[in-house]
């Protein structure tokens, strides 16, 4: 066991866990942030999905020693209010149906979103083509990032 100290959603945690445990059962298991979602446990479905220093990652792969002093941000830490132009379009489009892959879709949207406001449909499709939704909602996927790209410009 060891300590580390994370920064998550702007918050110091401590947490004393074996440094191999990957980030998405500190998450869960230690810290009771629930949103990031455990999918496939091999970094390809992207329900796991969080940013690292806004850079969107696969925790479930990620081991909390490869952390260091970057900072998480889950889907809990996107918004405190659930008002994200990503998560109003997500309604506007109703886009969730079992809604088990949405925190992971609407993390690498954002992501997305920070790294290039005003992203192509290509853009678009090539950045979600590694998130998995069982419940086949792509297309409107697709249409609320273009929705909040949109927004968040005007």
């Known amino acids: 066991m060891a ?3 994370l920064i998550i959603n702007g918050n110091q945690k401590e947490v004393d866990v074996d440094p191999s445990t990957p980030v998405l059962w500190v998450l869960r298991d230690h810290l009771k942030l629930v949103g990031t979602k455990y999918g496939c ?6 329900a796991c999905t969080i940013h690292l220093d806004d850079t969107a990652i696969r925790s479930c792969q990620l081991p909390v020693s490869a952390v260091g002093n ?3 941000t889950t889907i809990e830490g996107l918004s405190e209010n659930g008002d994200h132009p990503l998560q109003k379009a997500w309604v506007a489009h ?3 149906q079992c809604g088990y892959c949405q925190a992971g879709q609407i993390m690498t949207a954002a992501a997305l979103l920070k790294a290039n406001p005003n992203p192509t449909e290509e853009t678009i499709e090539a950045t979600m083509n590694g998130n998995i939704c ?3 909602t792509y297309i409107r996927i697709r249409k609320a990032i273009q929705t909040a790209a949109s927004n968040q410009q005007g």
């Open 41 to 46: 446990g091999i970094a390809q479905c992207g």
């Open 94 to 96: 109703d886009v969730p």
């Open 134 to 136: 069982r419940c086949g």
């Open 3 to 5: 300590k580390f100290n």
């Open 70 to 72: 970057q900072a998480i």
